[in-house]
């Protein structure tokens, strides 16, 4: 193939493959040996550019590494100079920043090697069909640097086609201001692809403001979100000023929207419709430049059914929803997350799964999702007894035979061994809560959230253990 394609002939359409592996570009020839295309492969992407400059294309098939090259540095410098043209990004090494970069950066569509035949054919002739009816199309302009300077969000972990499909959406809503929803069953990473949206978006330097609808009584979650005059009740001492004014010019994530009273309903709706909100107690009009993104776990059609959400706010939230699909659908994605979380947590022990961890990690259903996995692997940090990390380890439904009392070592010996007077519950109880402040480096509050107890519960066992002095 040429690096210089002749004039095309009639009805013919031009696709240029810019990947290091030549062998790439002629395997695009083949799959669309039956479709009125000319293909042209090059297999540097400064190479790609200066034909782009002397001839046009139709479609662009880009590879995020082309050598030392970087391929979404290059799909920057087309969007740039080539706004029409379409370019769909393939990798073989899928991340989630990668996926989200690329349809940011306009990316007609973003595709994993090795690639199955039929899909990939048909993901090939909707873009030459949508090259063909796009003539008098404006160009996407380009994001911000704000957004364009955004880093990847921690957590953001998953390789399977389902969290490839919401990374490319991720990507394609950040540049722009529709209100987002999002749904999933709880557990399921709502709030980082949230954070995603928001640190890939022209609003990443400004203010991001989290707030819990379930997590605040009905009383206090007005005067939370849109602030309070002074005397507006009893206690109202000064005023406040609500998170809706906060987060103006920045987004605003509203979780559990679906616990949120009807009565705040009609005030959300106002701010969404115009911008403007009034202070509990007060009279004065203010307005906010703020983007919602608001996430359930309920089903918000069937609660405008029931009256007890306003149809008209569900449909001003569902500008565009993402659904996000629980951990079971994706088990592909256990391991690489469940790493993620041991190299993050044990950061100061070598820890390693063994094979019958990661077995027991694979078969498990997680029917509290990412974060059930999360909480598992790390109460493997706090009770491994050794650098290998067991099944029992992670949890007694993991556990199986290992976890069993019979059995001599692990954990179990490690309890026995430290309770010389026989009373193993105080010795496992010491032994937690002496791996919860260590693992938290002495931060009570944060060794009280390891081991799921409070503050003061904590402090409590600290004293009977003989402990202080360890936080």
Not at 397 to 419: C, E, F, I, M, N
Request: one cysteine or more; aromatic letters at 6%; a neutral charge.
């Amino acid at each position: 193939m040429s690096p210089k394609p002749k004039t095309a002939l009639p009805g013919r359409q031009r696709v240029l493959v810019i990947d290091d592996d030549k062998d790439v570009a002629y395997s695009f020839q083949r799959v669309l040996a039956e479709e009125p295309v000319e293909v042209t492969g090059v297999t540097r992407g400064e190479e790609g550019l200066k034909i782009l400059r002397k001839h046009s294309f139709d479609l662009i098939l880009l590879d995020v590494r082309i050598g030392e090259e970087n391929g979404l540095e290059i799909l920057r410098q087309i969007r740039k100079e080539h706004p029409r043209h379409l370019v769909i990004v393939m990798t073989a090494h899928g991340t989630a920043q990668t996926a989200i970069e690329a349809m940011k950066h306009g990316a007609f569509d973003y595709v994993l090697k090795p690639f199955d035949v039929p899909e990939m054919l048909a993901v090939l002739r909707r873009a030459l069909q949508t090259a063909a009816a796009m003539e008098e199309l404006t160009a996407v302009p380009a994001g911000k640097k704000a957004a364009e300077d955004a880093g990847p969000v921690p957590g953001l972990i998953g390789t399977s086609a389902s969290m490839q499909r919401i990374y490319k959406l991720v990507g394609q809503v950040a540049r722009s201001e529709a209100t987002v929803l999002l749904m999933g069953e709880s557990g399921t990473g709502k709030e980082l692809i949230a954070r995603a949206i928001y640190a890939n978006s022209p609003r990443a330097a400004r203010p991001y403001v989290a707030i819990n609808c379930a997590a605040i009584p009905d009383t206090l979650l007005e005067s939370e979100l849109f602030g309070h005059e002074r005397g507006a009740f009893t206690g109202a001492l000064t005023q406040r000023i609500g998170k809706f004014e906060r987060a103006d010019g920045g987004t605003i994530f509203l979780d559990e929207i679906g616990d949120m009273p009807l009565a705040l309903q009609a005030k959300l709706l106002r701010i969404l419709q115009n911008g403007e909100f009034q202070r509990l107690g007060g009279d004065q009009t203010l307005r906010t430049r703020v983007r919602v993104i608001a996430a359930t776990n309920k089903d918000l059609s069937a609660m405008v059914k029931a009256k007890t959400f306003r149809e008209d706010l569900f449909y001003r939230l569902n500008v565009v929803m993402i659904q996000l699909p629980p951990l079971r659908e994706r088990a592909e994605d256990v391991l690489p997350l469940a790493e993620y979380f041991l190299h993050r947590d044990g950061k100061e022990r070598r820890y390693k799964f063994s094979v019958a961890a990661k077995k027991a990690l694979q078969a498990h259903r997680w029917p509290g999702n990412v974060r059930e996995l999360e909480n598992a692997v790390q109460r493997a940090v706090v009770c491994a007894a050794a650098e290998s990390i067991e099944p029992g380890d992670l949890s007694a439904d993991l556990g199986g035979s290992s976890s069993s009392p019979t059995g001599g070592g692990g954990w179990w010996g490690l309890v026995k061994s430290s309770a010389p007077d026989g009373d193993l519950l105080a010795a496992a109880e010491k032994i937690l809560v002496e791996r919860a402040l260590r693992e938290s480096g002495g931060n009570v509050q944060k060794a009280a959230e390891i081991l799921g107890i409070t503050r003061a519960a904590l402090r409590t066992r600290i004293e009977r253990h003989g402990l202080l002095g360890q936080e």
